[in-house]
């Protein structure tokens, strides 16, 4: 008789039931950062985060109870100017970083979070600064296709030796990270990638797309990164 098979512990994408809503969660979400899986707003949600959409482009400033940032996708190179000039609303990201809230960018959400963005006709837009580096734009894409990455630090989103798989798509190339690196690519070709910064290590910005539907621990761990800092 075979012998029985180990036990495999249980990684749940979505909770058993879902999460009654105890945090709030600004999702940048206008005409220059548009692009989310939808599964990862569903997930965010399950796990117990009320979704509050927000616009660097148009408000004035973060909603005041809010506990997480996540900033997505886009095309923040064909808004410089607006989201340059939106000063109110980058001082209160700022703000928000300083009080060590979670601050979750990707891709164009890591642009924006940059210390600033060169246009196609070099021309420099500050921007917020939670970052370092500036993000100047390309004549052609910089990278484009599916990555596998190791996590080299524990983060408001993942914890060190994880690995995830992404996808990447962008024209924009960032000064390569060192000591603040987030990730190490592993495929299709090994180099660094991503910031972890911000007093208690609560900003994490990189060119990575993640659904979080890879790997069940990423959104349960970002609503968890919110609860804490709310308590």
């Given at each position: 008789?075979?012998e029985?098979l180990?036990?495999?512990?249980?990684?749940?994408?979505?909770?058993?039931?879902?999460?009654k809503?105890?945090?709030n969660?600004?999702?940048?979400?206008?005409?220059?950062?548009?692009?989310?899986?939808?599964?990862?707003?569903?997930l965010?949600?399950?796990?117990?985060a009320?979704?509050?959409?927000?616009?660097?482009?148009?408000?004035?400033n973060?909603?005041t109870?809010?506990q997480?940032?996540?900033?997505g996708g886009?095309?923040?190179?064909?808004?410089t100017s607006?989201?340059?000039?939106?000063?109110?609303f980058?001082?209160?990201?700022?703000?928000?970083g300083?009080?060590?809230?979670?601050?979750y960018a990707?891709?164009?959400?890591?642009?924006?979070i940059s210390?600033?963005?060169?246009?196609?006709?070099g021309?420099?837009?500050a921007?917020v600064?939670?970052?370092?580096?500036w993000a100047?734009?390309?004549?052609?894409?910089?990278?484009?296709?599916?990555?596998v990455?190791?996590?080299l630090?524990?983060?408001?989103?993942?914890?060190?030796?994880?690995?995830l798989?992404c996808h990447?798509?962008h024209?924009?190339?960032?000064?390569?990270?060192?000591k603040?690196a987030?990730?190490?690519?592993?495929?299709?070709?090994?180099?660094l990638?991503?910031?972890?910064t911000?007093p208690?290590?609560?900003?994490?910005?990189?060119?990575?797309?993640?659904?979080?539907?890879?790997?069940?621990s990423l959104?349960?761990?970002?609503?968890?990164?919110?609860?804490?800092?709310?308590?």
């Amino acid at each position: 008789m075979a012998e029985p098979l180990p036990q495999v512990a249980e990684h749940r994408l979505f909770p058993q039931k879902k999460e009654k809503p105890h945090i709030n969660i600004a999702v940048a979400q206008d005409e220059a950062f548009s692009f989310y899986y939808q599964d990862n707003l569903d997930l965010l949600s399950a796990w117990g985060a009320e979704i509050r959409s927000v616009s660097p482009l148009h408000d004035g400033n973060l909603p005041t109870d809010v506990q997480g940032v996540y900033i997505g996708g886009g095309f923040p190179e064909m808004y410089t100017s607006e989201l340059k000039a939106n000063t109110t609303f980058k001082k209160s990201l700022i703000e928000a970083g300083e009080a060590c809230m979670p601050i979750y960018a990707e891709c164009g959400g890591l642009m924006y979070i940059s210390e600033g963005i060169v246009d196609f006709e070099g021309n420099n837009h500050a921007m917020v600064g939670l970052t370092p580096g500036w993000a100047v734009m390309q004549k052609q894409l910089t990278r484009m296709g599916y990555a596998v990455v190791e996590v080299l630090r524990d983060s408001i989103l993942a914890r060190k030796h994880q690995r995830l798989r992404c996808h990447l798509f962008h024209w924009s190339k960032l000064p390569a990270p060192n000591k603040d690196a987030a990730y190490r690519i592993l495929e299709p070709e090994e180099q660094l990638e991503g910031f972890i910064t911000g007093p208690e290590s609560n900003i994490l910005g990189s060119y990575l797309h993640l659904h979080f539907g890879s790997e069940p621990s990423l959104a349960k761990r970002f609503v968890e990164s919110c609860v804490q800092w709310k308590a």
